[in-house]
């Protein structure tokens, strides 16, 4: 499974995310859906060949950066994309990481 967002700012200058997952099997159905339990159900659809399902969310965010908190926590890969359609630089949901390499000792 793989996710896509993307953001329309509303007159009440709320975020308003909407968020697709697309390539959603059977009984994964429930898991996305109590991962987005917080988020309303805004459309769906389906693949006839690959009998795959398409879930569309929406939900609105106060500031970008309660976004990024909850995208960097979402259990699937997410791309977030521009106002272009083009993808953000920034890792989101699997790909988001630390940094890798030395660990400070902590004192």
Partial sequence: MEATAWCDLDSNGIYQY????????GRSVKNVAATCA???????GWNPETEYKILI??????????WLKWAKQFP?????????GKPKPI?????FRE????KRKRK
């Fill in 18 to 25: 909407r968020l697709q997952v697309n390539n959603v099997g």
């Fill in 38 to 44: 917080d988020w309303r159900n805004a459309g769906f």
């Fill in 57 to 66: 969310f929406s939900r609105g965010f106060k500031t970008q950066k309660e």
């Fill in 76 to 84: 699937y890969k997410l791309v977030e994309l521009n106002s272009k």
């Fill in 91 to 95: 890792k989101l949901g699997v790909d």
């Fill in 99 to 102: 940094k890798s390499g030395r």
